[in-house]
């Protein structure tokens, strides 16, 4: 349905035809074109039709939830608005929602009043943001997503595409930071299962006693403490995709189920004997090499096979050339429309220092060096003087053979810490070690320095 014409078009989502028809004639009353959908992949298939600037959608809906339109929207038209409502409002779901890019959160009942105020919010934020980087967010070279159009992320896309359209099991491989997730999500939301849940496990997350009842799930009764039957990641993935994070850090015990459903597409919750087909598709990803694990006897090799039916390699980000100004420009203005401040330059000083660097924590270690600049500095020109003192001093890495190994990783090291402003599980996550190897080395460091 769509009312009038007028300057801005706005999506109405939410299962009750009633809230649909007081918010579409309110919109309509303020000279807005409203559209109306009653689900989630409704709204999706609105959105490959035609331009929608602004969404409004309910968090709760049978079938997938407002949030897994928010995040469909953020990944594949981020220069929409959304605005989530909500009849049940939680701490989390609202949390939820502005995290991953809802930018008001309406909490039912709300007056005209409210929800018209929280539209014009929307839409001048949106229109600051088009003026202030000149071009919309459309002509940004990006694929779902994914900044870059050097010819290793053009050969990625690529292998996303097939692999999107392939519906076989996916094996995500790249350092840390390169973008595994990002590249996790494009593959199911150009998929025939975008309308279906994306849900991601970090696998390493999990203690090893909870990693079988949260994937699988468990009936009442199951163990100690099970007072009610409970669906694990894999019934709430159905029809969609389940994204395993970190697969190498799987336990054995745990392989095994995992190759079990990989032949059979069947579960068994704990505690129960029946067995249920689910039809889901598995994305799994890793920062190690998974050959060397099967070598070592950590990881099974017929886990393995299964797996890599489709193999993707993220590229490290020192291997992407320009990508690097292209993203550091991209951050910056995200990062400055964030906190409403000028998007800043980069001198050539820093250009260079960037083009220069060797990236160990690669895309995500320049993402919060960026933010930490913009957040500091508000605008104006970013020379080499803002940089870490790492990156300023970067001489180009194959000249440092001057310094011993150990000078290398504690400089190294230092130089994450400060990038994660002394927070030392991210550090550990950037540097692909565990908070406690990491603290055992700040000890020696602190010993020898
Ligand atoms: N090409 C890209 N364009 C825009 N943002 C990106 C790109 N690649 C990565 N990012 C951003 O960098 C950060 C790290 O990406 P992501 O979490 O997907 O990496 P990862 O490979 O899964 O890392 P890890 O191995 O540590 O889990 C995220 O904030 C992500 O949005
Ligand atoms: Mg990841």
């Known amino acids: 349905m769509s009312g009038r014409k007028s300057s801005a078009t706005v999506l109405v989502v939410d299962d009750s035809a009633l809230t649909r028809e007081v918010i579409s004639r309110n919109l309509i009353a303020a000279s807005f074109t409203a559209l109306t959908a009653s689900n989630v992949e409704e709204a999706i298939s609105f959105l490959g039709e035609q331009q929608v600037d602004l969404i409004i959608t309910d968090l709760k809906m049978p079938g997938?939830?407002?949030?897994?339109?928010?995040?469909?929207?953020?990944?594949?038209?981020?220069?929409?608005?959304?605005?989530?409502?909500?009849?049940?409002?939680?701490?989390?779901?609202?949390?939820?929602?502005?995290?991953?890019?809802?930018?008001?959160?309406?909490?039912?009942?709300?007056?005209?009043?409210?929800?018209?105020?929280?539209?014009?919010?929307?839409?001048?934020?949106?229109?600051?943001?088009?003026?202030?980087?000149?071009?919309?967010?459309?002509?940004?070279?990006?694929?779902?997503?994914?900044?870059?159009?050097?010819?290793?992320?053009?050969?990625l896309f690529g292998r996303i595409e097939k692999a999107a359209r392939a519906d076989a099991t996916v094996l995500i491989s790249g350092e840390s930071g390169t973008g595994k997730e990002l590249v996790a999500r494009a593959i199911h939301y150009a998929s025939c299962r975008a309308t279906a849940p994306f849900v991601p496990v970090n696998c390493s997350g999990i203690p090893e006693g909870l990693l079988e009842s949260s994937l699988f799930g468990y009936v009442k009764g199951a163990f100690t403490g099970a007072a009610e039957t409970r669906a694990g990641f894999f019934q709430s993935a159905e029809g969609g995709t389940i994204f395993l994070d970190e697969i190498?850090?799987?336990?054995?015990?745990?392989?095994?189920?995992?190759?079990?459903?990989?032949?059979?597409?069947?579960i068994n919750m704990v505690g129960s004997s029946r067995i249920h087909k689910v039809k889901l598709r598995i994305v799994a990803a890793t920062n190690r090499n998974l050959e060397?694990?099967?070598?070592?006897?950590?990881?099974?090799?017929?886990?393995?096979?299964?797996?890599?039916?489709?193999?993707?390699?993220?590229?490290?980000?020192?291997?992407?050339?320009?990508?690097?100004?292209?993203?550091?420009?991209?951050?910056?203005?995200?990062?400055?429309?964030?906190?409403?401040?000028?998007?800043?330059?980069?001198?050539?000083?820093?250009?260079?220092?960037?083009?220069?660097?060797?990236?160990?924590?690669?895309?995500?270690?320049?993402?919060?060096?960026?933010?930490?600049?913009?957040?500091m500095e508000e605008g104006g020109k970013i020379d080499t003087r803002h940089l870490p003192p790492v990156m300023r001093t970067a001489i180009p890495h194959n000249n440092s053979t001057m310094k011993t190994l150990q000078e290398m990783e504690q400089e190294h090291i230092r130089h994450t810490l400060e990038i994660c402003e002394g927070n030392k599980t991210h550090a550990a996550e950037i540097l692909g070690i565990d908070r406690k190897t990491l603290r055992e080395k700040l000890k020696k460091m602190e010993l020898s320095g």
Not at 256 to 264: T, Y
């Open 292 to 375: 060397i694990l099967v070598q070592k006897g950590l990881f099974r090799e017929d886990l393995f096979f299964r797996l890599n039916i489709v193999s993707i390699i993220v590229p490290p980000l020192r291997e992407r050339g320009d990508d690097i100004i292209l993203l550091a420009r991209y951050f910056a203005e995200k990062y400055a429309n964030e906190s409403g401040t000028q998007i800043p330059e980069f001198t050539d000083g820093t250009i260079s220092a960037f083009l220069r660097y060797h990236w160990p924590g690669n895309v995500r270690e320049l993402e919060n060096i960026i933010h930490r600049i913009v957040v």
């Open 248 to 266: 190498g850090e799987t336990p054995l015990s745990m392989q095994v189920k995992l190759l079990r459903f990989l032949q059979e597409k069947e």
């Open 64 to 155: 997938p939830s407002g949030l897994e339109l928010v995040r469909y929207v953020k990944e594949n038209i981020p220069e929409t608005e959304v605005i989530m409502i909500t009849g049940y409002p939680t701490i989390e779901g609202a949390v939820t929602a502005v995290k991953i890019g809802a930018e008001e959160y309406l909490t039912k009942p709300f007056t005209d009043e409210e929800l018209l105020n929280a539209v014009r919010t929307a839409l001048k934020k949106q229109k600051n943001r088009k003026t202030a980087s000149g071009y919309g967010g459309k002509s940004r070279p990006h694929f779902k997503g994914l900044v870059g159009e050097s010819d290793s992320m053009r050969v």
